[in-house]
């Protein structure tokens, strides 16, 4: 891919929503997110990329597995966990994370996601166009399954 129409743009944070899931795939969704922020910070797209779980679970159980990503050297400046300790819903869970966090850009990522390493390149792309205020990723089915 050339570095042709790649924006710099500044800071990102990645926003997710919990609700009871398996700890196994927040990992693997990290993990994913993780190589994908690598390229993105490598090509000079983004300066900062973080992660923000917002947890609207019945029960505080995930916050180990969320931290435990908090590592030096990662690709990821920062991983959060917020326990909200009621079901806010999808919607009304990342109002919650955008009043807590500040950053240029949002990504908002569903929590079982197995992101493609070149994801957030593609998607900040466009927004060499100022008048792009919005991208959306395709989401391809598992087909493991």
Request: charged fraction near 25%; charge should be negative.
């Amino acid at each position: 891919m050339s570095a042709k129409n790649l924006p710099s743009l500044g800071r990102l944070r990645v926003h997710s929503i919990l609700f009871g899931n398996e700890p196994s795939r927040i990992d693997q969704a990290i993990a994913h997110l993780e190589r994908a922020a690598a390229v993105a910070l490598s090509r000079g797209v983004f300066e900062r990329v973080e992660l923000a779980y917002g947890d609207c679970s019945s029960r505080d159980e995930l916050r180990t597995t969320v931290v435990a990503h908090n590592k030096e050297g990662s690709a990821l400046a920062a991983v959060e966990y917020h326990y909200f300790n009621a079901n806010l819903g999808s919607a009304q869970g990342h109002n919650q994370l955008l009043e807590i966090g500040d950053s240029d850009f949002v990504l908002i990522m569903n929590p079982d996601i197995m992101m493609a390493p070149n994801a957030i390149l593609e998607l900040a792309r466009v927004f060499s166009d100022r008048k792009v205020g919005m991208a959306e990723a395709k989401q391809l089915p598992d087909r493991k399954s």
